[in-house]
């Protein structure tokens, strides 16, 4: 087996090469490895007396942790808590001691709409007091102040960390090179395996979930800094050395505002984080629109849900709206002798609103609290709606269920459930050496290896079928839509906008409707993530077909191509770097998805993640999560080098 | 300015009132507020709901918490949350004497009895003659094949960590059927108001009391009938070299917990908590409110409050 990869030279880089050695090398290791496990039991199912009961020792170290860090960890919650109820008293719960009413209603509504006016005029003031209006209208008021007020709280301490992280790792590439492989283990890693180790450290309730939401947004914030830091112009630097700047002016007075955009961008994607986690966080005991969304869902009360989820996207959307216009916005100047209420015109607008807002409140209560008979509902035809498609567009969609079982899941299925361990785990390396040499031949044999021999070997293949089927499903409808869009102009814009709906809806939403045309089966699993991963497909190769330059297709027009020839042997070539890290983005997406639809109802990682929550079985989620992370960071390297490779190839970069 | 005056002195009267009720409480309990657990399924929020508000009558400090139902014995037996309306035998003993083992309080039984085991939609008694015998359901297996299942029959089963044992019940009485576990609740229902829109054969876990009584017609299998020994002792019931062979307990227990603290901070309102007692036409009731009247929870408990006077007043004795 060796020998025959020895002859393979590797990393040697020409830009017409044989596929022979390879071939052959992979024939080999596949025969050869498939038939040591015929012989050798062992090497074809890693024997449970040989796992390393890892997840024990993690479950118990973090028991012992939250033992001993108690005194510490109840502190932090505790300090932790003190601007959470703050800004929850303000928000809707008001002081009843001192009888304080929360603000009205009107007045944050008015209050986001002059924050709206502030950052970028009258357009996006309207824009974002809509929206936020809508969430008084449909009644959904007080949790939606809930869950704003955890991420008013969460923004800030994740942006302020992320900072303080950032600006370590640009002043030691040490910190810089831990901290980003940290990152990258953190961001695979699914949401939801954060909350267990949570919970033993931190019990239940919003402070425990403000700080799981706290570490999975972080990461953005403390890359953008770094980038930011890293591309401010020497030119800048120079004139602030030269103007004699200590180290600490410099970072403050000049790097920090030259990289003021990346750091915004930095803000919007904690934001974005953020209002990812909420629903995940109230598995935790976060009370608010997410805990509302769930119980909905068991209610089978869908259209309530979609309300509820709508008003997530919209929190979502006005603040992305907000931090996205606020890196562009002109700070306005003031000639010298303005007085202060017109330099603070908007503060002085906002606190007139509010005062009167409080003080009719008081005369008329719906200012405060909208009264419920007031209030809208879109749910009752939702509900129907989807009762409708599930009882009659059945007949059409059991037979295509019905085949894809048969003919695609179930096969893929069968073949990685017997695959034995060194197959996979060798094939995915002879892949890695093919690509980049021997680093990248061990990445796989280190991350797919670790998981194995904690045990959770089925369960993992498993996950790695489900993927797969995914990606398949992914490719076959993503590719071509965003071909086709990227003929049609008009067209891209409508699949844009599906694309966008698509990702920032609340995914819990899409199980139910799934589930009633489905049933409980891997194939809702399927196409439950299938519903977000194939987005960067789409999206990927309508770049990539963009980007085809203008006079390449000229060129292939004037050699007399017909349509056909010059989509698959001009543009597809040109393009598909760009649509391979599209795929590799739809397997980010399916991973990300996995322990989501697990509450459908499946044997993979993600189920081991959502088993371990309920009696806080920290080494089980940790582990089954970082398995998950493990499959994307693998497919990640090899993608990655494969699309370097061909672009170097095509002489690209 | 008689309204005036009536409306102060209904205002004066009402402060005094609850001053009052506060001080009686107060006397002996703490005033931090009572932590009660909400969980997700609607006749437990409804009923965590009336009894907070039955303790606010009584002038104490409420403060619902949801939580997972297996994650809140955690909390319970750290004194992070206070009371649990609702502790089913079936699918939370395990936990819970491993909650009362570290401290947690159990604060009695309800008069209600709970049963979890395979149910069926009513219509399946014309498709299946025989129903709700299993023998019956059996020889009908292969109306509930699927692609995934081939000739075998589907029983949608609870999630796989529930310690139901329908897969060993299945091999010990011979049944042509698999399991197909769900990942929660919700994904049950969402089976069940499917196949029940299309009139479709399936069979699936479901449990009483619940709110599914309420909005759809069914029954449970019967198989044959539980005994301690059929856990245990493989020579007991049909098959004899197997345990599992006999359906699930008919009568569980339905009970409510309490955390360490709870005797300790508030021993008047613990008194008041044990004595909290009700009946299964209670729950469902409870439960309908929701999900059938469409009220929020919060409503629900209003109503729930102010058509069980009788009830509750019994309590507070």
């Known amino acids: 087996m060796t020998d025959v990869v020895v002859r393979e030279p590797a990393g040697r880089m020409s830009p017409v090469r044989s596929l022979t050695p390879p071939l052959v090398a992979f024939a080999a290791l596949i025969a050869i490895t498939v038939l040591l496990a015929q012989l050798f039991p062992p090497l074809n199912d890693w024997p449970d007396g040989w796992v390393v009961p890892i997840r024990y ?49 009107v007045a944050v509504v008015a209050g986001v709409a002059i924050l709206g006016h502030w950052i970028a005029g009258r357009r996006l003031a309207w824009f974002s ?201 002109v700070p306005q100047r003031h000639p010298a002798g303005t007085p202060w209420y017109r330099r603070h015109a908007h503060l002085v607008t906002f606190l007139a609103v509010a005062a009167v807002a409080i003080l009719l409140s008081r005369v008329i209560p719906g200012i405060g609290v909208l009264p419920r008979d007031m209030t809208l509902s879109f749910g009752a035809p939702i509900n129907d709606g989807v009762r409708w498609i599930s009882k009659n567009l059945f007949a059409y969609v059991k037979p295509v269920r019905d085949t894809l079982t048969i003919w695609l899941l179930l096969p893929i299925r069968d073949f990685f459930l017997w695959l034995p361990w060194p197959t996979f785990i060798g094939t995915l390396a002879l892949i890695g050496w093919y690509l980049g040499g021997v680093r990248l031949a061990l990445v796989p044999v280190a991350l ?109 027009i004037a050699s007399g191509t017909t349509p056909r020839q010059r989509l698959w042997k001009v543009e597809m070539p040109i393009a598909f770097p760009e649509i391979l890290l599209g795929i590799n983005q739809t397997i980010m997406m399916a991973l990300a998805m996995v322990a989501i639809t697990a509450l459908i109802g499946s044997r993979d990682l993600g189920q081991e993640i959502y088993k371990a929550l309920p009696g806080a079985d920290t080494g089980r989620g940790l582990i089954a999560g970082i398995g998950i992370a493990f499959i994307g960071i693998t497919a990640d390297r090899l993608i990655g080098a494969w699309a370097k490779r061909r672009k170097r190839e095509l002489g690209l970069v | 300015m008689l309204k ?92 819970f004497d491993k909650a009362v083992a570290a401290g947690a309080l159990d604060l009695g039984a309800h008069d209600a009895v709970t049963r979890e085991d395979w149910w069926y939609p009513s219509y399946l008694n014309e498709v299946c003659p025989g129903l709700p015998d299993w023998k019956a359901l059996d020889a009908c297996a292969e109306k509930f094949a699927t692609a995934e299942t081939g000739t075998k029959g589907r029983f949608v089963g609870p999630p796989a960590d529930w310690g139901k044992h329908y897969s060993e019940r299945i091999q010990a009485l011979g049944m042509n059927f698999q399991e197909v576990p769900v990942g929660q609740a919700a994904t049950l229902w969402a089976e069940l108001q499917a196949a029940y829109d299309r009139k479709e054969p399936v069979v699936l876990f479901n449990w009483t009391p619940n709110f599914i009584e309420a909005k759809f017609e069914g029954q449970f299998v019967e198989f044959p009938a539980f005994d301690p020994a059929c856990w245990t002792d493989p020579k007991w019931g049909q098959n004899p070299d197997a345990i599992y062979d006999c359906g699930a307990p008919a009568k569980g227990y339905l009970k409510k917990a309490g955390s360490k603290q709870l005797a300790e901070k508030w021993p008047s309102a613990t008194e008041f908590l044990k004595k909290v007692n009700l009946t299964n036409p209670q729950f469902a009731a409870a439960a309908a409110l929701v999900d059938v009247d469409g009220l929020t929870p919060e409503d629900a408990a209003k109503k729930w409050i102010a058509d069980n006077e009788a009830t509750w007043k019994a309590w507070m004795q």
């Open chain 1, 129 to 329: 007091g809509i929206c936020t209006a809508y969430l008084a209208v449909f009644g959904l008021w007080p949790e939606s102040m809930q869950t704003l007020s955890i991420v008013l709280v969460t923004v800030p301490l994740a942006a302020a960390t992320g900072l303080g992280l950032g600006i370590w790792a640009t002043r030691s590439a040490r910190a810089e090179r831990i901290l980003n492989s940290v990152f990258d283990l953190m961001q695979a890693t699914p949401h939801m395996a954060y909350l267990a180790p949570v919970v033993v450290l931190f019990g239940f309730g919003q402070v425990p979930a403000m700080l799981a939401t706290l570490v999975f947004a972080l990461p953005p914030m403390a890359r953008c800094t770094i980038l930011g830091i890293k591309t401010v112009p020497s030119d800048i630097l120079e004139a602030g050395r030269m103007s004699g700047c200590t180290p600490r002016q410099l970072l403050w007075k000049v790097e920090i505002p030259a990289a003021q955009r990346t750091l915004l961008l930095g803000l919007n994607q904690v934001v974005m984080q953020t209002l990812a986690m909420v629903v995940i966080a109230s598995l935790v005991g976060a009370s608010g629109l997410g805990q509302k969304l769930l119980f909905s869902l068991q209610q089978l009360q869908i259209g309530k849900a979609v309300e509820q989820g709508i008003a997530i996207t919209l929190i979502a959307i006005v603040l992305d709206r907000l931090t996205h216009a606020a890196m562009n916005r």
């Open chain 2, 4 to 95: 005036f005056q009536s409306l102060t002195r209904a205002v004066l009267l009402g402060a005094g009132v609850s001053a009052a009720a506060m001080s009686a409480a107060r006397a002996e309990d703490s005033s931090d507020p009572i932590k009660i657990v909400m969980n997700n399924w609607s006749s437990q929020v409804v009923l965590a709901n009336v009894v907070g508000q039955l303790l606010e009558m009584q002038g104490r400090a409420v403060e619902y918490v949801p939580s997972d139902t297996q994650l809140q014995y955690t909390a319970l037996a750290n004194g992070d949350m206070d009371f649990q309306i609702e502790v089913w035998e079936g699918s939370q003993a395990e936990a």
């Open chain 1, 448 to 556: 797919m290896g670790f998981i194995m021999i904690a045990g959770f070997w089925t369960p993992l293949m498993l996950t790695v079928y489900l993927v797969t089927c995914c990606t398949i499903l992914a490719v076959l409808i993503g590719v071509p839509t965003g071909i086709w869009a990227s003929r049609h102009p008009r067209g891209a814009r409508v699949v844009n906008t599906v694309c966008d709906t698509l990702q920032t809806f609340p995914s819990f939403i899409y199980l139910i409707p799934v589930i009633m045309l489905f049933q409980t089966s891997d194939l809702s699993n399927v196409i439950a993530m299938l519903a977000y991963a194939t987005v960067p497909a789409v999206r990927f190769t309508y770049l990539g077909m963009t980007l085809v330059p203008q006079a390449t297709i000229e060129a292939a």
């Open chain 1, 57 to 105: 020792w993690v479950t118990e170290a973090f028991a012992w942790l939250g033992e001993v860090a108690k005194p510490i960890t109840r502190a932090i919650a505790w300090v932790l808590a003190k601007p959470l109820a703050f800004v929850e008293a303000v928000l809707y719960r008001g002081v009843p001691d001192w009888k304080v009413q929360p603000l009205p209603w």
